[in-house]
């Protein structure tokens, strides 16, 4: 979720539609100016006993962020409060109850998304071991009731814990108890838009699969591969889920305007405090007639703030967000990207993975969007076999994809090899979730502590 961050032009009035259109359609960018980014979150815990330290408790996140700054970071404040960082690579920013993120740098290349994810976790053991913190790579917590978590103190997450409960039974885990990895990837035009927001709307259960990462509630089997992705089916229906009008005949970025505008609102940032404008209407906003601020209309920021509180599997917002995958240990904070810089940034890799899925039905789509959660690679794939057959396919796919980038590092290695860990997922059929669930029945005789030493980073 992220931070108020304003830029040029930003206190704009909005006063015509096409600034709206404007993020999207000022988001395409020429081949040469692609980038990755990579978004990963971590939950945070005490060495001593596992819990999960509080905002401003001795050695807990306040001081952790703090401590970031010996290596360049700058404090972000809200009030009183430091709640961020900015610096050379990207943003590090604080969940709801804690989960630390970095947003990283928009990079050229995997070499470089990987070095700064490698940089950023050494960075946080430096601190953790200085404080007693660990860090844990896991989609769900699997020990902590949401009564065992702290909230951090930022004014966009009070309003959404108020909120939540209003129109989901799971928002609260959502917000509190999950952790993800996500990847920001370009397009160079609307048609690009529609054809990549396809393929990776069609292939994120593919993706949910292959890093099913959160077997565990409160200490026991929960049921699932990825309770982590079976959270959002049950979060807020309005703002969330598959959006079947991006397989239809017209998507363009105005009907994803359409669609973004119809999602309820959160709040509007004013003056440095966060106005509750939940369940109002955008829509309103921009005649004017917003209850909670009569007779003002939204500024481009307020609209950009907007955009982040939708929460669909793939998202927009001058790029497309992948948010399909669970948090996990530090190799597949490599892997994610790669398997959609693969898919998406070469063209002959995009045709062929549109080949796999454009015949799939509004059906079929909803189908995987159910059963993946907690069937994982097994779940039936529309084109025959299971996804694990599915996931064959799609991997060679990206590295073919990979290969024809050519991008290689001082020691001549090409992206490639970044995929390795789901090769072997695809090989085995065997998820993260699969390998804790037996660790968990066999050799750690069902004692769930075991995870803070084989998941931590």
Sequence with gaps: MSNQVTTVGDDAMIERFDQLMSVFEGGAKPKHAWRIGTEHEKFVFRHTDHQAPSYAEPGGIRDLLMGM????????????????????????????????ELSGAPLEHLHATCAESNRHLRQCREIGDELGLGFLGLGFWPDKARADLPVMPKGRYDIMLRHMPRVGNLGLDMMLRTCTIQTNLDYSSEADMVTKFRV?????????????????TEGRPNGFKSFRSHIWTDTDPARTGVLPFVFEDGFSYQRYCDYALDVPMYFVYRDGRYIDAAGHSFRDFLAGSLAVLPGEKPRLADWKDHLTTAFPEVRMKGYLEMRGADGGRWDRICALPALWVGLLYDQT??????????????????????????????????????????????????????????????????????????????????????????????????????????EAY
């Design 69 to 100: 700054t010996r290596f360049g970071w700058e404090p972000i404040f809200e009030g009183d409060h430091v709640i961020a960082l900015k610096g050379a690579d990207g943003n590090i920013s604080l969940e709801p109850a804690g989960q630390f």
């Design 200 to 216: 990776s709307l069609a292939l994120q259960p593919l993706a949910t699969a292959l890093f099913a990462n959160s077997p565990f």
């Design 349 to 454: 890799a995009l045709d062929a993975a549109w080949d796999l899925v454009k015949h799939w039905s509004p059906a079929d789509h909803d189908r995987l969007r159910r059963e993946v959660p907690a069937l994982a690679l097994g779940a039936a794939s529309p084109n025959g076999g299971t996804l694990q057959d599915l996931g064959r396919e799609v991997l060679k796919i990206a590295d073919a994809g990979l290969a024809a980038r050519a991008r290689l590092n001082d020691a001549g290695d090409s992206e490639q090899g970044f995929l390795g860990p789901l090769r072997e997922i695809v090989a085995s059929g065997l998820t993260n979730a699969d390998r804790l669930l037996a660790q968990f029945h066999g050799n750690w005789g069902g004692n769930l502590a075991r995870v803070y030493e084989t």
